[in-house]
């Protein structure tokens, strides 16, 4: 792994840097925003009674929620020991936090299904690579970029579909339990976290990218080249989105259209491959 000498000229601010009114804005919202898992009412969450197809179906979808949580939780500590003091490590501990509430809210969800969900090895593997960053900006790129970006961006998609649900008494009782789920906290609690991370990781490496020599820029090319295949991979094998009830193709074009923008907006020129029309 590469040094903290490495943090101190890219990503991040050091006290003797001036203030950053943008950061110590997100570090705000990250304090007025926080939430408990125990806040929220689990005891009128009946999933059990949902059929076991459709659980396990469930159940593999948040499998792999819990891999990107489970990733970002890791890459949010590594980020703490690379970065000087400053907003953006007081940032990143809060998201650490943030993360580590969302590993706890997927492991409570798969559990309350009552099967064991099972992780595809592309999102292993994407997951396994993130991890393995050895700089501050490609953590941020592998994690606030990629995969907050489609955690983000599958949030929102699921509660899209489960709001298109009927209301009250017209649905079962387990599915209305799903709908809270998937369609209440989710984008109220989880996307709003999500939001703040995404937010900072483009303010951080659109401030660190341009500081980088040519041969650290080109390797962080590289990288959006070999995981934005690992991306790929999952969005023409579509189970993570169906597993979370969304119509997979049309959902991973729009993924892979958000992600790119977000590449662009950083300052680096590779792409993402748009999916192809089948
Ligand atoms: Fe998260
Ligand atoms: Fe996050």
């Not at 990733?71 to 970065?83: D, F, G, H, V």
């Not at 997951?127 to 953590?139: D, N, S, W």
């Amino acid at each position: 792994m590469k040094t903290n000498a490495r943090a101190s000229s890219g990503a991040g601010h050091s006290p003797d840097e001036p203030p950053d009114p943008y950061l110590e804005r997100l570090c705000e919202l990250a304090a007025r925003d926080q939430w408990k898992l125990e806040e929220l009412d689990w005891s009128s969450l009946d999933l059990l009674s949902l059929p076991e197809l459709f659980r396990q179906t469930a159940a593999d979808g948040f499998a792999q929620l819990l891999w990107g949580e489970r990733t970002a939780e890791l890459a949010a500590s590594r980020l703490m020991e690379l970065l000087p003091d400053g907003a953006a490590r007081t940032f990143i501990a809060t998201q650490r936090t943030d993360e580590a509430r969302h590993v706890a809210f997927f492991e409570r969800v798969i559990h309350l299904l009552g099967c064991e969900g099972r992780t595809r090895p592309s999102v292993q593997r994407l997951m396994r690579e993130v991890q393995e960053a050895e700089t501050p900006e490609e953590l941020m790129l592998g994690m606030q970029i990629l995969i907050e970006g489609i955690a983000h961006s599958l949030f929102l998609e699921a509660a899209r579909v489960v709001g298109s649900f009927g209301e009250g008494d017209e649905l079962d009782r387990p599915l209305q339990a799903l709908k809270t789920v998937i369609g209440g906290w989710m984008p109220r609690l989880l996307a709003r976290d999500e939001s703040r991370h995404i937010a900072f990781g483009l303010h951080a490496l659109r401030q660190s990218i341009p500081r980088l020599d040519r041969a650290e820029r080109l390797r962080l090319e590289e990288k959006v080249t070999l995981w934005g295949a690992l991306v790929l991979e999952q969005a023409r094998d579509p189970d993570l989105v169906y597993g979370v009830g969304v119509d997979g193709e049309e959902v991973c074009r729009r993924l892979i259209d958000d992600l790119n923008l977000r590449i662009g907006q950083v300052g680096l020129e590779t792409r993402i491959a748009p999916l192809k029309a089948a």
